[in-house]
C-alpha cells in the first residue's frame, strides 16, 4: 500500500519533469534551428513560477472545475503506462482504460475553456475535438493491432515480451502500426503541423485565450504531462519500453527530438487538411497493419 | 544578469519569475510594427531573456505600446491594459506616445500617454532601433529588483485620476470602474 502511494508520487513527480523538460527542449531546438540562441532549458519552469505569482482571474465555478478535470484525467492515465519498472496501477486496466482516459484532457479543458465564452476559444474548443476525432481513429486501430498481436491488454506483459523478442517496431507484424503511430504523434501532442488548436496568430491561442496565472500555469502542466503520455505510450508499445526510467527517458528523447524536427520545418495545416490527412495515410497503414496482424 | 542564481530564486521566486518570463503583448499602433519581428525573430532574438509575445492580454505581463496613439486606440489599450493579470509593466516605445512627437498638434491623437494609463518606462526615438527593447527591458530588470515597477499600484490607487482623464477624452466609458472610486 505504501509502497504503491510512493510509486504513484515519483511517477507524476518524474512525469511532470520530464514533460517540463520536453517542453522546455522543444523551445531550445527550435531557436537553434532559427540561428537563434534561444531561452534556458528551465524557460517552462520560470514561466510556471511567475504564473503562480500572479493575480489569478476566474471566470466561474465550471472555468476551475473544468482544469481541475483535465489535469486530474492526464494524471490517472499516466499512473496506468508503466515508468520502466514502476508501474503503480499496473494490474488493473491496462490499454482499454488509456482508451477511455485519454479523451478526458481535452474534455476538461472545452468544458472550462467554454465557461469563458471567448469567441476565439469555441473555436479552438471545436478545432481540438475535430482533431481529435482524426487522430483517435488510427490510433484506435493500432492499440487494436497491438493487443490482437499479443493477446493482452496489458502494457506491462506487452514490455515484458518486448523485452525477450526485441522491438516491436523491427518485425513485420507491427511495423505498419508503428509507422502510423509516428505519423499522428504530432496530432496527438498538438505541434506544429497540427498546431491549429492554440494558433496564436489566427485565433489568438484559441482555447487558452482566458486563462492567466494559476489557470494557465494548471493548463501548462497538463500539456507538459500530455506530451509525456503520447510520447511514452509510443517507447512503451514499439520501442520495447525499458526496464530503468533513465533509459526510458533516452529512448524518448530520440522519439522527441524526431518530433521537434518536423514541427520545426512544417508550416500550419488547416483543421479540414489535417482531417484529410489523419484519415488517409495513417488510417490506411494503421488497417494494413490490423490486417497483417490477423492473417499471420 | 542573475538567472542562474538558485539563492536569489529561493529567497524571492515571485520576483526573480515576474523578471525572467516576460510575456510581452505589442499594441502595435502604426508605426512600431516593423520593429518587433526582428527583435522577436532570429535577428535580435528576444526569446533569450525571456521575452516572448503573447496574443491575448490575459496571458501578459509586458505591455510594450508603440508609435501614435489616436482616441480610438486609447479605447482598446485601456481595455487591453486593464484585462491584463497583476503585476504589469508598461512600456511607451517611441515619441509619439510620450508628448505627442511630430502628432503634437494633431486633432485624433492624445499627447501623453502616461495620463491615461501608467507607464514604467519610456524609450525615446522616433523610431527607436530594435536593440532599445533589449535596453528597455534590462532596465525594466532592475527597475522590478528594486521595486520601483509599481504603475499597477499606482493605477490602483489613483485610479480616480486616471478614470477622470479617460473619460474627458473618451466621453462615457462603456464598461464599469475596475476598482471602487473613492470620493
Redesign the interface.
Known amino acids: 500500500m505504501v509502497v504503491t502511494i510512493l510509486e504513484i508520487i515519483l511517477t507524476i513527480f518524474l512525469a511532470g519533469i520530464i514533460g517540463l523538460f520536453f517542453l522546455g527542449l522543444s523551445?531550445k531546438v527550435m531557436?537553434r534551428m532559427?540561428?537563434?540562441?534561444?531561452?534556458?532549458i528551465t524557460?517552462p519552469l520560470?514561466?510556471i513560477?511567475?504564473?503562480?505569482?500572479?493575480?489569478?482571474?476566474s471566470h466561474g465555478v465550471l472555468f476551475n472545475f473544468g482544469i481541475i478535470f483535465s489535469l486530474a484525467g492526464s494524471i490517472v492515465v499516466l499512473l496506468f503506462i508503466p515508468l520502466g519498472k514502476i508501474c503503480p496501477l499496473s494490474s488493473s486496466g491496462g490499454l482499454l482504460v488509456i482508451l477511455y482516459l485519454m479523451l478526458i484532457g481535452p474534455l476538461g479543458l472545452a468544458l472550462s475553456a467554454g465557461e469563458a465564452s471567448n469567441p476565439n476559444a469555441s473555436i479552438g474548443i471545436s478545432r481540438k475535438f475535430l482533431l481529435a476525432m482524426s487522430y483517435e481513429i488510427p490510433l484506435l486501430l493500432i492499440l487494436l493491432t497491438v493487443m490482437t498481436h499479443y493477446k493482452t491488454i496489458s502494457i506491462v506483459e506487452i514490455v515484458n515480451t518486448q523485452l525477450q523478442t526485441g522491438w516491436s517496431f523491427k518485425y513485420l507484424p507491427l511495423i505498419f502500426s508503428g509507422i502510423a503511430y509516428i505519423l499522428i504523434l504530432p496530432a496527438i501532442l498538438g505541434v506544429r503541423p497540427f498546431e491549429m488548436v492554440q494558433a496564436?496568430?489566427e485565433i489568438?491561442?484559441g482555447p487558452?485565450?482566458?486563462?492567466?496565472?494559476k489557470y494557465?500555469a494548471l493548463v501548462t502542466i497538463q500539456h507538459a504531462f500530455n506530451v509525456f503520455i503520447g510520447i511514452s505510450l509510443f517507447t512503451n508499445l514499439f520501442l520495447g519500453g525499458a526496464e530503468n526510467p533513465g533509459y526510458l527517458f533516452l529512448k524518448m528523447l530520440g522519439v522527441f527530438i524526431i518530433i521537434l524536427l518536423v514541427n520545426a520545418v512544417f508550416p500550419r495545416f488547416r483543421i479540414e487538411q489535417a482531417i484529410g490527412y489523419l484519415w488517409k495515410l495513417p488510417t490506411l497503414l494503421a488497417f494494413i497493419g490490423l490486417i497483417v496482424v490477423l492473417v499471420t | 544578469m542573475d538567472?542562474?542564481k538558485i539563492g536569489k530564486?529561493l529567497k524571492s521566486?515571485?520576483k526573480?519569475?515576474?523578471k525572467?518570463?516576460l510575456?510581452a503583448l505589442y499594441f502595435c499602433t502604426g508605426c512600431g510594427i516593423i520593429e518587433i519581428p526582428p527583435t522577436i525573430?532570429?535577428r535580435w532574438?528576444a526569446?533569450?531573456f525571456?521575452v516572448?509575445?503573447?496574443?491575448?492580454p490575459?496571458?501578459a505581463?509586458l505591455f510594450l505600446i508603440t508609435g501614435y496613439v489616436s482616441v480610438k486606440t486609447l479605447r482598446y489599450i485601456i481595455r487591453s491594459y486593464e484585462?491584463?493579470?497583476?503585476?504589469k509593466f508598461t512600456v511607451g516605445f517611441g515619441s509619439c506616445p510620450i508628448n505627442g512627437g511630430m502628432y503634437w498638434d494633431s486633432y485624433n491623437t492624445i499627447k501623453h500617454l502616461d495620463k491615461y494609463i501608467p507607464i514604467d518606462g519610456w524609450i525615446a526615438g522616433c523610431m527607436p532601433r530594435p536593440e532599445a527593447v533589449f535596453i528597455a527591458v534590462t532596465h525594466l530588470w532592475t527597475l522590478i529588483d528594486k521595486g520601483m515597477a509599481n504603475g499597477y499600484k499606482k493605477y490602483r490607487d489613483n485610479y480616480q485620476y486616471y478614470r477622470k482623464n479617460q473619460e474627458q477624452v473618451l466621453g462615457k466609458l462603456e464598461w464599469p470602474p475596475l476598482f471602487s472610486i473613492k470620493n
Not at chain 1, 34 to 40: L, M
Not at chain 1, 49 to 57: E, P, S, V
Not at chain 2, 83 to 87: A, K, R
Open positions: 523551445r531557436a532559427h540561428w537563434r540562441y534561444g531561452p534556458p524557460q520560470i514561466d513560477i511567475k504564473l503562480f505569482n500572479q493575480t489569478n482571474i496564436p496568430q489568438s491561442s487558452l485565450a482566458e486563462y492567466s496565472g494557465l | 538567472r542562474n530564486w521566486p515571485g526573480m519569475g515576474q525572467y518570463s510575456h525573430t532570429a532574438d526569446e533569450r525571456g516572448i509575445p503573447v496574443a491575448t490575459r496571458q505581463n484585462q491584463m493579470p497583476e503585476p
